[in-house]
Each structure stands twice: as structure tokens, then as C-alpha cells.
T-cell receptor
Framework: DTAVSQTPKYLVTQMGNDKSIKCEQN?????MYWYKQDSKKFLKIMFS???????INETVPNRFSPKSPDKAHLNLHINSLELGDSAVYFC?????????????FGPGTRLTVT | RKEVEQDPGPFNVPEGATVAFNCTYSNSASQSFFWYRQDCRKEPKLLMSVYSSGNEDGRFTAQLNRASQYISLLIRDSKLSDSATYLCVVENSGYALNFGKGTSLLVTP
């Protein structure tokens, strides 16, 4: 019954590799997000998709490419991984419409680049 | 200047104590305000939204002062289970949330 799920939960890989993280939500939301939480615990928005269209792209290296095949999925592909990419990546989703929109977060993917 | 600023703490309080967290934000056009809670190695979860009139949910009271760009959270009768990091969160346009670095709370027996 998980609302927002991410796979894998842990990812250990070497510098230079390419990896993907998958996210799925079963809440019927149409806006999805990727956040990065670094070693100092600071949580920062990376991307936001609304109805499969990119609406926010913060200053993220173009090695990071989000892909939304449908409203329920937002995957994150990372090329040429670097040590500084080590962090916890959280996917989130929120309902459509105006007004206050709570964001529901996935359990996170802990990425370690060696 | 960071968009959302919080005192990182840690706040160590005994069970039953009242504790208050403060937060300031820099964007006067910010539209929505929240407190999220994050347990160690877990995802953030919404604790409560914050309204201009102030709002209460059980032992938790949130206040917003738009003129001062200031948000607060008051926890009464602290429980051991309240130990967590409390994140002040501001939503600007475009739906993305801007998080403060969080205030760490440890409630001790």
C-alpha cells in the first residue's frame, strides 16, 4: 500500500558509472519531484514534473536527467557519477489544483559513489 | 542569505517540557508554509501546514507572521517520540518546497 515508492533503497557504485533511480506513486497525483539531501542534511529541490512535463529544473548538472513515462512515474538517470553525487535522493508527489498541497515523500535512495 | 533559516539546535528537553522553534524566510512572495518532521534516516513527513491565523493540532501550535516573515512551532508536553528533526518549509511558485536545514529535537526521560 506504499504511496510513494523508490527503488533501489541503497545504491553503491563507482565513479564514472551511469545509474537510474525509479519512483512510482499510487496516489493519483499529477506533480512529482526529485530532492537531494546531502551529507549536511540539507534537502534541496532538483526537478519537478507536472503531468509529465518539466516545470522546475534547478541548477542541476545535465548529467542528471529525469524521465516521466506517465503521471505515476518519475525516474532519475545519472550519467558519469561523481563523488559529490553521494547523497540521499527523495522522490515526492503532490495532488493537482491550487491551495495548500502536501507533498508525500518516498523512503529515499541512499547513493554512495566510491 | 539562505531562503529559509532555522536554528539547527540541538534542543535537548525533558519529557513534558514545552519547546519552541523559529524560522525566517526571505521571499516575501512565498505562498504556503509548513512544518515537516524527519526522523533519522527516514523521509520527511508533513507535521502541519501553517496559516496566517495560527493553527493548532493537539500539542502542536504553528504561527505565521507574514509581515516579519517568521514562522514558529510550539510543542507542549513533549514526548520521547517527538525526538526528530523539524523542518521549516516554504512553498514559492511552481510547487517546489524550500526547506530549512532543520532543528534537531531530543526529548529525554
Amino acid at each position: 500500500d506504499t504511496a510513494v515508492s523508490q527503488t533501489p533503497k541503497y545504491l553503491v557504485t563507482q565513479m564514472g558509472n551511469d545509474k537510474s533511480i525509479k519512483c512510482e506513486q499510487n496516489l493519483g497525483h499529477d506533480t512529482m519531484y526529485w530532492y537531494k539531501q546531502d551529507s549536511k542534511k540539507f534537502l534541496k529541490i532538483m526537478f519537478s514534473y507536472n503531468n509529465k512535463e518539466l516545470i522546475i529544473n534547478e541548477t542541476v548538472p545535465n548529467r542528471f536527467s529525469p524521465k516521466s513515462p506517465d503521471k505515476a512515474h518519475l525516474n532519475l538517470h545519472i550519467n558519469s557519477l561523481e563523488l559529490g553525487d553521494s547523497a540521499v535522493y527523495f522522490c515526492a508527489s503532490s495532488r493537482p489544483g491550487t491551495g495548500i498541497r502536501e507533498q508525500y515523500f518516498g523512503p529515499g535512495t541512499r547513493l554512495t559513489v566510491t | 542569505r539562505k531562503e529559509v533559516e532555522q536554528d539547527p539546535g540541538p534542543f535537548n528537553v525533558p519529557e513534558g517540557a514545552t519547546v519552541a522553534f523559529n524560522c525566517t524566510y526571505s521571499n516575501s512572495a512565498s505562498q504556503s508554509f509548513f512544518w515537516y518532521r524527519q526522523d533519522c534516516r527516514k523521509e520527511p513527513k508533513l507535521l502541519m501546514s501553517v496559516y496566517s491565523s495560527g493553527n493548532e493540532d493537539g500539542r502542536f501550535t504553528a504561527q505565521l507572521n507574514r509581515a516579519s516573515q517568521y514562522i514558529s512551532l510550539l510543542i507542549r508536553d513533549s514526548k520521547l517520540s517527538d525526538s526528530a528533526t523539524y523542518l521549516c518549509v516554504v512553498e514559492n511558485s511552481g510547487y517546489a518546497l524550500n526547506f530549512g536545514k532543520g532543528t534537531s529535537l531530543l526529548v529525554t526521560p
